[in-house]
C-alpha cells in the first residue's frame, strides 16, 4: 500500500488495528505526517458546513389516468385534445376522398365531399343540420321522381307524334337535374364543413382563452410570492441593520 | 419500520405506497447529492425527480444484487453526468448557489448570534466554491465519503473504478481543497462583526 492510500485510510479510520497503532506510533515520530493529517482533519471539519438548500420536494409517484401522456405534455384544458382530434379527423377524410384525374382538360384534384366522407361528415354534425339534409334529399328526391314521371309521359305521348328521336331530350334533362342535384349536395356538404371547421376554431379559440386565463392566474400567484418574498427579505435586512447599529 | 429490501419487494408486487415511501427516505439524500455534483438548486431537483421516476420504472431490472441506495446513487450518477455534459459545463466555471441567510436563520441554534450566522454562511460558501475547482471525479468522490458515508468499496463499485484510484482521488481533492480553504479560514478565522455585517448586507443586497 503506497504512502497516499495508507494516509487516507487512517483518515478515515479504515486501518486495520495493528496497521493503525503502528501509524499512530509513526505520527509520534514524523512532523511532516501529523502536520498533513491534521491539515485534511481540519478541512473535512470544515467541509461539513456546506449544506444544501432545502427546497420543499415532497415528490411522490402516482398512476397516470389513461392518455394523461399527452394532457401533461401539453398541459392543456381536453378541449383542446378534443378539437385537435375534431381537425385531424376532417383532414384525414378530406385526404381520403382526394380523387385525381388525369383527363381532356388536364390535371384536377377534387375532394370527393359527395362520396364516402359524406357519412362522417352526417355522424358529426348536429341534428339541426342533418335534419335539413335530410329534408333537402327528400325533397330533391321528389323533384327527381316528378321530373322522371313528367319524361315518361312525354316519352309515350311524344313515341309516335312530334319527336322523332324520343330518348334525346328526356336524356339531357335528366343530365341536367342530376348534375344540378349533384351540385347542390356539395354546396350543402361545403356549408355544412365550413360550419363545422367555424366550431373547431370558436372551441380552440375558448380552450385557449381558457389557459391564458389560467397562466395569468399562475403569473399574479409567483408575483404577489416574490412580493412576499423580497419583504422578507427586507425584514431580514432591517434586522440587521438595527444589529449593526447598535453595536 | 421496514427496510429499504422490504420496500422494494413489495413495489416489485405493484404497491406503489411502498415505492412512495422510498421515494421519502431518500428525495433528500439524492436531491443532495444532485445538488452538490451540479451545484444548481432547480436542476437538482430536476434530477431527483427523475431519478424517482426512472427507479420505478427500472424496479423489475432491480434484482437486489446491490443496496437499493447505491442503485439510486448510481441512477443520479448518470443523470448528473449527462446534465454536465448537455449544459457543456460543469459547476466549475460556476460557484455554486449559496445558503440563504433565511434559511440558516431558520435552523440556527438559540445561542447562535448573527456574527455565527453569517460566519457559517461564509464558509458553506467558500466550501461550495472550492468544491467546483475540482475535477468532476475527485469531487464526486469526496461527496460520497463525505456527504453520504459511503465506503471506498461501494464509491469503487459506483464510480466503476479500483479501490486505490477512489484514495487517490480523495486525497487529491482534499489536498486542493485544503490549500483553498485554509485561505478562506484565515479570511474567517476571527471575523469583526463590522466586517462580516457589511459583508451580509452587500451578499443579501
Given at each position: 500500500m503506497c504512502e497516499t492510500e495508507l494516509l487516507i485510510d487512517y483518515l478515515y479510520g479504515e486501518l486495520a488495528p495493528d496497521e493503525r497503532h503502528k501509524f499512530d506510533l509513526h505520527l509520534k515520530s514524523c512532523a511532516d505526517c501529523r502536520r498533513e493529517i491534521d491539515g485534511m482533519r481540519a478541512t473535512r471539519t470544515t467541509l461539513q458546513s456546506w449544506a444544501p438548500s432545502e427546497p420543499d420536494l415532497s415528490f411522490e409517484v402516482v398512476r397516470a389516468p389513461q392518455r394523461s401522456e399527452s394532457r401533461k405534455w401539453w398541459g392543456l384544458s381536453p378541449a383542446w385534445g378534443l378539437a385537435a382530434a375534431m381537425l385531424v379527423g376532417a383532414v384525414s377524410a378530406a385526404i381520403a376522398n382526394v380523387?385525381?384525374?388525369?383527363?381532356?382538360?388536364?390535371?384536377?384534384?377534387?375532394?370527393?365531399?359527395?362520396?364516402n366522407a359524406v357519412a362522417q361528415v352526417q355522424e358529426s354534425t348536429t341534428s339541426d343540420d342533418a335534419a335539413a339534409l335530410r329534408r333537402e334529399i327528400v325533397a330533391l328526391s321528389d323533384r327527381l321522381a316528378r321530373a322522371e314521371g313528367l319524361l315518361g309521359q312525354q316519352d309515350t305521348t311524344n313515341v309516335t307524334a312530334t319527336d322523332p328521336v324520343p330518348g334525346r331530350m328526356t336524356d339531357a334533362e335528366i343530365a341536367r337535374f342530376v348534375r344540378h342535384m349533384i351540385n347542390q349536395s356539395e354546396e350543402r356538404q361545403q356549408t355544412v364543413l365550413a360550419r363545422q371547421i367555424l366550431q373547431i376554431n370558436r372551441d380552440q379559440e375558448t380552450a385557449r382563452r381558457t389557459d391564458f386565463d389560467r397562466l395569468g392566474r399562475g403569473m399574479v400567484e409567483i408575483q404577489r410570492t416574490a412580493v412576499e418574498t423580497f419583504q422578507r427579505q427586507k425584514a431580514i435586512e432591517d434586522h440587521l441593520l438595527r444589529v449593526g447599529l447598535q453595536r | 419500520m421496514m427496510s429499504d429490501e422490504e420496500l422494494v419487494a413489495r413495489s416489485r408486487g405493484g404497491d406503489l405506497d411502498s415505492f412512495n415511501q422510498l421515494v421519502l427516505r431518500w428525495e433528500r439524500p439524492i436531491y443532495?447529492?444532485?445538488?452538490?455534483?451540479?451545484?444548481?438548486?432547480?436542476?437538482?431537483?430536476?434530477?431527483?425527480?427523475?431519478?424517482?421516476?426512472?427507479?420505478?420504472?427500472?424496479l423489475g431490472g432491480f434484482?437486489?444484487?446491490?443496496?437499493?441506495?447505491?442503485?439510486?446513487?448510481?441512477?443520479?450518477?448518470?443523470l448528473c453526468r449527462d446534465w454536465i455534459r448537455r449544459e457543456r459545463r460543469t459547476p466549475i466555471a460556476q460557484a455554486p448557489e449559496g445558503v440563504d441567510l433565511v434559511d440558516l436563520a431558520g435552523e440556527a441554534t438559540p445561542a447562535e448570534s448573527i456574527e455565527d450566522l453569517?460566519?457559517?454562511k461564509q464558509l458553506s460558501e467558500a466550501v461550495a466554491k472550492a468544491m467546483a475547482l475540482l475535477p468532476d471525479e475527485q469531487r464526486t468522490a469526496i461527496i460520497l465519503k463525505e456527504y453520504h458515508g459511503l465506503t471506498f468499496q461501494e464509491i469503487a463499485d459506483l464510480l466503476d473504478c479500483?479501490?486505490?484510484?477512489?484514495?487517490?482521488?480523495?486525497?487529491?481533492?482534499?489536498?486542493?481543497?485544503?490549500?483553498?480553504?485554509?485561505?478562506?479560514?484565515?479570511?474567517?478565522?476571527?471575523p469583526r462583526p463590522a466586517d462580516s455585517l457589511g459583508q451580509a448586507i452587500r451578499s443579501i443586497n
Open positions: 380523387e385525381v384525374t388525369i383527363g381532356g382538360s388536364g390535371l384536377t384534384v377534387k375532394s370527393g365531399w359527395n362520396r | 443532495a447529492l444532485a445538488y452538490r455534483v451540479i451545484g444548481r438548486e432547480e436542476d437538482a431537483r430536476d434530477v431527483a425527480q427523475e431519478t424517482f421516476l426512472r427507479a420505478f420504472r427500472a434484482k437486489g444484487q446491490a443496496k437499493f441506495s447505491s442503485w439510486l446513487y448510481r441512477i443520479t450518477l448518470n453569517v460566519s457559517r479500483p479501490l486505490s484510484t477512489v484514495k487517490t482521488r480523495l486525497y487529491q481533492g482534499l489536498t486542493v481543497l485544503r490549500r483553498h480553504l485554509h485561505r478562506a479560514d484565515e479570511g474567517l478565522a476571527r
